[in-house]
């Protein structure tokens, strides 16, 4: 795994633990939604 692959996964788990922790504050399910319209594709670029 090269150096910019590691970053680019550290930061997918940052900005997932970071949406965690405002859900964990704020449960609301259109909150939830807000946030997983920006996680996954992030996550989907990451995996391509």
Known sequence: MNRSRF???FAFVTLVAFCAVILA???R???AAALLIGI???GYDIWD
């Open 40 to 42: 996954v594709p992030a």
């Open 7 to 9: 970053f680019a996964i």
């Open 29 to 31: 399910f259109d909150l």
């Open 25 to 27: 504050f704020v449960p």
